[in-house]
């Protein structure tokens, strides 16, 4: 693959990020993101800072314990954008803020701080199904690996008898939509506890889970538009996070037979609702779901096989009673 155009400016912002939060979480996952874009463009971390710094690159074999590619980095977007430690210091400010305030709503919601990090029905379905796999750590208590499986494992090295522990704790979905939702499921139960713990990362029996549901993302066949739209949407979230570049060509192969898929459908014609209230309940499962609501009214309908002005109807009142409850 080709290399990209390197975007300085949107590199400088994602180590602005990793710079300013105390947080070693968002500071790595920061740092994944910028090693991402430099490597894209070809570069190495070391070479990109210095790019974006406007200096010739240097040898940076020096020792990490003394060489610091950040150095006056700070200094430098002042000096290029005057007032930029201002902004990055209200910037910061707003986030932890933010913070703060989905923190104290999570509580009132679970009861308890405690209780967020409670495990859920699936969490105990998964570790019931890996008992006999997990090895425990003597010191600290927790499982160290699922039969060899760990979190510095590759996840295609995952075992089979760890997948199929995995496959099995509950019903695995059977289409792509079905997985993303699980995906979206896991990734919201992270960014609330991680909110709490900055460290915090998922059980392996959860992580094994999500390679398992990652696969069937990348694998399974399309059977409905929504399947089609749940694949590209995961694809623009790794894409967004740097994480796509491996798997790129995966993905491509997938969406040509995705392109065939529905443009079959066109030509052929695919069954919708045919009452109205059929037609009244589709609308207002996408118009109630979190990701599918983000569709336009005339991309929503049509899939459902309604005009768009009823979407933007059916929209409004949602807006409107959504206002009420508050």
């Not at 994944?32 to 710094?53: H, I, N, S, W, Y």
């Not at 913070?99 to 495990?119: H, N, Q, T």
Request: aromatic share 10%; net charge negative; charged share 30%.
């Amino acid at each position: 693959m080709e290399s990209q155009v390197f975007d300085a400016e949107k590199f400088a912002k994602i180590c602005n990020l990793m710079n300013g939060t105390p947080f070693d979480a968002e500071r790595d996952n920061a740092r994944g993101k910028a090693e991402a874009l430099a490597r894209a463009a070809g570069l190495t971390f070391e070479e990109a800072v210095q790019v974006a710094c406007g200096v010739e690159c240097k040898d940076t074999s020096e020792s990490a314990a003394t060489y610091n590619p950040f150095e006056g980095f700070a200094d430098w977007m002042e000096a290029q954008e005057p007032g930029y430690k201002a902004r990055a210091a209200e910037e910061y400010r707003r986030k932890q803020e933010a913070d703060m305030k989905e923190r104290s709503e999570l509580i009132d919601r679970y009861g308890s701080e405690e209780a967020v990090f409670a495990p859920c029905e699936k969490e105990k379905f998964l570790k019931e199904s890996c008992k006999n796999l997990a090895n425990i750590d003597e010191e600290y208590g927790h499982v160290s690996n699922l039969d060899g499986w760990d979190s510095f494992s590759k996840w295609e090295d995952l075992p089979e008898s760890v997948r199929s522990a995995v496959s099995h704790a509950y019903k695995i979905p059977n289409s792509v939509e079905g997985c993303w939702d699980e995906i979206l499921y896991w990734s919201k139960k992270y960014h609330e506890r991680h909110l709490f713990e900055q460290d915090y990362e998922h059980d392996l029996e959860v992580l094994a889970r999500i390679v398992v549901l990652e696969e069937l993302i990348l694998s399974l066949p399309a059977k409905r538009p929504e399947d089609v739209f749940a694949r590209l949407a995961r694809f623009e979230d790794l894409w967004s996070g740097g994480g796509a570049a491996d798997i790129e060509g995966a993905f491509i192969k997938q969406f040509r037979e995705d392109i065939a898929f529905l443009s079959n459908g066109v030509q052929v014609g695919r069954p919708v609702p045919y009452s109205n209230a059929q037609k009244r309940d589709a609308v207002l499962e996408y118009l109630t779901c979190p990701e599918r609501s983000k569709l336009s009214d005339r991309e929503i309908a049509r899939i459902v096989g309604v005009s768009p002005q009823t979407v933007n109807n059916w929209r409004k009142r949602i807006a409107v009673q959504f206002r009420r409850d508050q």
